[in-house]
């Protein structure tokens, strides 16, 4: 099993609308997750960390559910600039406290209008 | 306050031939990061530090060597590049903050062709 899967889509979805995309992964030791926001040729952008309690910008809502070993990102009355691949990154358990990220392959979101 | 930086942009090597890549942050982050990312396998860690002088193996350290000799910069090498190490190579600095967990801020790449 993969440590960290998403659905790669791509998910069309008419400007408006409301999409939501989920990620497992499969280290239960895990102890934060994040989404990034990628576009075409450009590097990974945060876009927010994922708390036990959930998390809420504007928008965007990000749940987890440790339970089911998943997380996941609603984006609400969608855009044509939220178009771009969304990237799930879950720690990796290591020393230091400076933990890597193990990232998920993304899921691409095309808003079409 | 220009973040996290990279150089080169674009560089294009032959098989065999030795590379370093620069990556400087401003933000006094301890932790600093190098990922690659290919086609369909997503972002790889390659080698991370935890601080000046430190550093360590992530998921894909083979062929790469890396050196943390302040605090800001992290140098990433290749010895004797080969074509699987066609890539576009991301630097990462994060700061471990209570409550926060490891939020990294990504660099803007260099994409590396060898040939």
């Known amino acids: 099993r993969k440590e960290v899967e998403q659905d790669p889509g791509p998910f069309n979805v008419p400007e408006g609308a409301t999409v939501a995309f989920n990620c497992t992964y499969s280290n239960s030791a895990s102890q934060s997750f994040f989404w990034y926001r990628q576009d075409c040729r450009k590097e990974p952008k945060l876009l927010m960390s994922v708390y036990s309690s959930g998390n809420e910008d504007g928008r965007f809502t990000a749940q987890l559910n440790r339970a089911s070993q998943y997380i996941s990102l609603l984006i609400r009355d969608s855009k044509l600039s939220d178009s771009a691949t969304y990237l799930c990154a879950v720690n990796t358990p290591g020393g230091g406290g400076a933990d890597g990220l193990t990232f998920g392959k993304g899921t691409h979101l095309i808003i079409q209008p | 306050n220009a973040g996290v930086t990279q150089t080169p942009k674009f560089r294009v090597l032959k098989t065999g031939q030795s590379m370093t890549l620069l990556c400087a942050q401003d933000?006094?982050?301890?932790?600093m990061y190098w990922y690659r990312q290919d086609p369909g396998m997503g972002l790889r860690l390659i080698h991370y530090?935890?601080?000046?002088?430190?550093?360590a193996k992530g998921e894909v350290p083979d062929g790469y060597n890396v050196s943390r000799l302040k605090k800001q910069n992290f140098l990433l090498g290749l010895e004797s590049a080969a074509p699987s190490q066609t890539s576009v190579y991301f630097c990462?600095?994060?700061?471990?903050?209570?409550?926060?967990?490891?939020?990294?801020?990504f660099g803007p790449g260099t994409r590396l062709t060898v040939l």
């Open positions: 933000m006094n982050h301890e932790y």
């Open positions: 530090s935890v601080g000046e002088g430190t550093t």
């Open positions: 990462a600095s994060s700061q471990m903050l209570a409550g926060a967990g490891n939020e990294q801020f």
